[in-house]
């Protein structure tokens, strides 16, 4: 089953799951304090992320929504409304670590390329800063950007892509990235977004592609956003 097929399906499941808690309940056949924690966000989130770990090969959003769900729900159940407050920057503070020793040990939750130490290879990192990057290779192989709390605008208007499939592994917390890319490249844009956005602002343009070459830039956004623009 394709990606999309399954997105599907599980949109479709979630649906039925939702019309019929509201069938039963407008029948009287669910207790109200059953039916109020079901719907809270809390639990919405958990829901959202155990379907997005059962059909979505990445399963980094439903990681992070199951994360942020239990994180906010286990206090209220075990009657101590204040502990979530009192961890939640530690814990935010210990999610960023990690996750920023493994991005630079190149996982991503999806395979990625490996950098063969020429400029060919773009590798950033961003936490409380950015600026301006500026890209002229005439072997553009990809490369890993990431955001935190801070990202950069990347030029590629004077790069050329290698041959294949080039990818750029993108991730951002609370921060973000826009790339800049020629009209004519072929470009494949795969990033899921939690809490933010990534939108792909390219115009749709004639000129002729070469189908040999395609930039492939995928990625998770957490409280974040990115764009791409063509040129």
């Not at 040999?212 to 409280?223: A, R």
Request: aromatic share 14%; hydrophobic share 45%; net charge positive.
């Amino acid at each position: 089953m394709s990606n999309s097929q399954s997105g599907r399906l599980g949109f479709g499941i979630i649906l039925i799951l939702v019309g019929s808690l509201f069938l039963l309940d407008n029948l009287n056949l669910i207790p109200f304090d059953i039916m109020y924690n079901l719907f809270r966000w809390q639990t919405i989130l958990i829901v959202i992320g155990l379907v997005l770990l059962a059909t979505k090969p990445n399963k980094g959003a439903g990681l992070v929504l199951l994360a942020i769900g239990v994180f906010f729900l286990l206090p209220d159940i075990l009657h101590m409304p204040y502990f979530r407050f009192r961890l939640f920057w530690p814990v935010l503070l210990i999610f960023l670590g990690f996750m920023y020793i493994l991005r630079q040990r190149g996982y991503s939750g999806r395979s990625s390329v490996v950098p063969d130490g020429s400029m060919d290879y773009l590798e950033d990192t961003n936490v409380f800063g950015g600026g301006e990057v500026v890209v002229t290779s005439k072997n553009f192989k990809g490369g890993k950007v990431t955001s935190i709390f801070g990202g950069s605008n990347y030029n590629l208007t004077s790069a050329k892509l290698a041959e294949g499939i080039n990818i750029i592994d993108f991730f951002a917390l609370f921060g973000g990235g826009t790339f800049v890319v020629p009209s004519d490249w072929n470009v494949r844009v795969e990033v899921t977004s939690v809490f933010g956005g990534f939108s792909d602002k390219r115009i749709p343009t004639k000129d002729k592609k070469e189908e040999s070459k395609e930039l492939y830039l995928k990625g998770f956004v957490l409280f974040g956003g990115g764009e791409i623009k063509g040129y």
